[in-house]
């Protein structure tokens, strides 16, 4: 595809647009040149990006999640992410002239006490060290290095008309945002990652799978680095046990705020003027599927352009699971096409760990593939509840799973299947992406 300009976002003292064009309530029927309307709660089959993936990427994780409900703890990097894009809308609210890089940082604390009082648990993920990973790996992930594809896409349902066309984002075209402060990286070339066109994913890109300390389970040494990183392992070797706690909490505080420094390395918030933060947007496609999911930002241009921007703060390997955001992003992409008439002009992921933005430019045409894949997706999601068969696919991303002692390629049994199991992977009280609140930036989240 190729490359387009971004227009610039609104700028400080531009007036808000009063409305989308294009933008349609339940009441108001489809979209114009769109199938799309919104729906207030499900009444059949509905998906978010994040469950859709999970079934792509192994339907027995899509079952712990959206059938069993399998809680789920989350982990310091995960929980770091979550308190980023806190700070980060947070931030937002402040006037544009003070959205400055000190501003950010002293965000930091306050809103890390605002989720700990939330979720008062949160405290003890920092009284004992994680897990270092060690000896080599006989994990069924590893196992399958040098014939997975890329973790996000591959498999599950086959599209004649998409089949192909999901695995290859590096087709997009490279686009910055000067207006914005917007960069590229160099070492991606701006562009998102091909695992079929030269980059790798699997174990043979990052190294075998390891143990988890403790039991006979699989970790990625990815998972086990960016956990870490996050509790700063590294700068805590000499200090004395009984201290070791308030200082890994002040490290994973210092941690984030070395984060939002990447942040500004590739935006200039006093020039944005989002229209929407946590943004729950949803369509009917197909007069049959629902599809809800919450963005991080949107951006509009004097000119109407939408731009959907998805921030990613945790340490996973990018080659490894760029496809599962992108997935991400084209969900967002088609349901804000289908309920306003307008495809974004680009999808934007922000990687504040490597001070990188990556953008991608979607087509009508593309969007209406993605459209017939979710489809084919949902029916097939509908046959395994009706069969009770979600079969594991072992995968590099084993080694971020929280529900091996469950699977039966680690030997494990799961739990008989819920008798009472909802017929859809939503109820009208259930908010899409988040499930698991605090697992946003997982790679399986």
Known sequence: MAAQPVSPPPQPGDPAPASVPGQVTAADGPAPGGRGRRMAAPSGPSLSPSRAADFKTCPLLFRFRTVDKLPETPSADQVRGTLIHAVLERLFD???????????AALVAPEWEKLVAQEPELASLFAAEPPVAAGPSGSPAARSAGTQTDPATDGGVSDPATDGELSNPAAGGRLSDPAAGGQSGPAAGGQLSDP????????AAGGQQSPAAGGGLMRDPAAVAAEAD???QAALVDVPSGAAEAARIAAFL??????????????????LEPAERESLISTMIGDELLLRGYIDRLDVSPAGDLRVVDYKTGGAPRQAF???????????????????????????????????????????GEL?????????????IERAKRDR?????????????????????????????????????????????????LLRDDPLG
Request: hydrophobic share 35%; glycine share 8%.
């Open 94 to 104: 402040l006037p544009a002239a003070d959205r400055t890089p000190e501003a950010a």
């Open 196 to 203: 079929a066109a030269g980059g790798q994913s699997g174990p």
């Open 230 to 232: 996050a509790t700063g």
């Open 254 to 271: 210092s941690g984030a705020r070395d984060l939002l420094a990447g942040y500004f390395a590739v935006e200039d918030p006093r020039r």
């Open 322 to 364: 760029e496809g599962r955001a992108l997935f991400q992003l084209k969900f967002y992409a088609l349901v804000l096409w289908r309920t306003r008439g307008v495809v974004p002009r680009a999808l934007r992921l922000l990687y504040l760990k490597d001070a990188e933005a990556l953008d991608y430019s979607p087509e009508a």
């Open 368 to 380: 209406e593939r993605f459209e017939r894949t979710l489809l084919a997706l949902s029916q097939a």
């Open 389 to 437: 068969d979600f079969r594991p696919k072992p995968s590099r991303l084993c080694g971020w799973c929280s529900h091996q002692s469950l699977c039966p390629e680690f030997g494990g049994t799961p739990p008989p299947y819920p008798e009472t199991a909802a017929i859809t992977d939503l109820t009208s009280g259930a908010e899409p992406d988040r499930v698991a609140t």
